[in-house]
């Protein structure tokens, strides 16, 4: 009988890397659920993935607050975007109360020309 050296995702899996170094760790999900906001990124030591806490979607089968779970190749960017939406949408997040300039919107009118 050969011997087989384990795989390398196997091997791998639950290191930090640097987008895990990016944000808090708790031990367990349901630990998460409990303690933290929507829109909070976080990870847990036995997974590789990035999770977002987001407010459940599918009616009465869900709870209020769920996770969604991101890859580790996933740009960091596309997960803090998510997060921010999150809390804009279900959070307690003052962005969704911004005045037009403060948003981004130009205030220039055209009959100034």
Do not use: C
Request: charged share 30%; net charge positive; aromatic share 10%.
């Amino acid at each position: 009988m050969k011997f087989k050296p384990p795989s390398d995702t196997a091997e791998k899996q639950g290191r930090t890397t640097s987008i895990k170094a990016k944000v808090k760790s708790f031990a367990y999900i349901r630990v998460a659920l409990q303690q933290a906001d929507f829109g909070t990124i976080f990870t847990t030591p036995q997974s590789d993935d990035i999770y977002v806490i987001t407010h459940g979607s599918w009616g009465d089968k869900s709870a209020n607050k769920v996770v969604k779970s991101f890859k580790p190749d996933t740009p960091f960017a596309e997960i803090k975007g998510f997060s921010q939406r999150t809390k804009v949408k279900h959070g307690r997040s003052s962005e969704k109360k911004k005045g037009k300039e403060e948003g981004g919107y130009s205030t220039q009118t055209n009959k100034d020309k």
